[in-house]
């Protein structure tokens, strides 16, 4: 019954590979974002698609990927991993962009680049 | 930048008692949406409650309550009756009416002592 799912739940890797982060929603929800949490806890919105279509797109190295095969997944890629690319990733679903509207957020996705 | 802020990083309460974390924002619109998020340990985000600018009334989920002052940019936190499930990270977010982003606060860290 997991509204948003995300995977792996932790992820360690070294500098330079590539990883990716698999999310999905069952709501039936059209848009989906990324968000990163920082080790001092910040949350900053990365992506945004609405229906497959990306919509927003913050001032992210171009090493991070979004991929939407269908609306109800929102995969992230990230190339050439950095050390300060160490955060938790989190996926988060609503029913549409605009108006109001809750965002569910997956369980997260600790990241740790050694 | 439009910004989201907390001004307390950290606040205690004894189990049973009321405390008010607080929050002010910056926007230039007219209508928007807020948000209390909650973050225990276990990492997941769940929300507490929502208001929607253009409604007056202070909205009130169980225990939880808000003071929403448009005027002054404030949308603070009341927990009441607090219980050890209580305790965790109370992130605020500001939600626009066109667009998806959330925009959230530093967050503030509760404890609640026994």
């Known amino acids: 019954d997991t509204a948003v799912s995300q995977t792996p739940k932790y992820l360690v890797t070294q500098m330079g590979n590539d990883k990716s982060i698999k999310c999905e929603q069952n709501?039936?929800?059209?848009?989906m974002y990324w968000y990163k949490q920082d080790s001092k806890k910040f949350l900053k919105i990365m992506f945004s698609?609405?229906?497959?279509?990306?919509?927003i797109n913050e001032t992210v190295p171009n090493r991070f990927s979004p991929k939407s095969p269908d609306k109800a997944h929102l995969n992230l890629h990230i190339n050439s991993l950095e050390l300060g690319d160490s955060a938790v990733y989190f996926c988060?679903?609503?029913?549409?962009?605009?108006?109001?509207?809750?965002?569910?957020f997956g369980p997260g996705t600790r990241l740790t680049v050694l | 930048a439009q910004t989201v802020t907390q001004s307390q990083p950290e606040m205690s309460v004894q189990e049973a008692e009321t405390v008010t974390l607080s929050c002010t924002y910056d926007?230039?619109?007219?209508?928007?949406?807020l948000f209390w998020y909650k973050q225990p340990p276990s990492r997941q985000m769940i929300l507490v409650i929502r208001?929607?600018?253009?409604?007056?009334q202070n909205a009130t989920e169980n225990r939880f309550s808000v003071n929403f002052q448009k005027a002054a940019k404030s949308f603070s936190l009341k927990i009441s009756d607090s219980q050890l499930g209580d305790t965790a990270m109370y992130f605020c977010a500001r939600g626009k009416t066109s667009g998806s982003r959330l925009t959230f606060g530093e967050g503030t860290q509760l404890t609640v002592n026994p």
């Open positions: 988060a679903s609503s029913l549409r962009t605009s108006g109001f509207n809750e965002q569910f």
């Open positions: 926007t230039s619109e007219n209508n928007y949406y």
């Open positions: 698609y609405n229906n497959k279509e990306l919509i």
């Open positions: 208001q929607e600018a253009y409604k007056q």
């Open positions: 709501l039936g929800h059209d848009t």
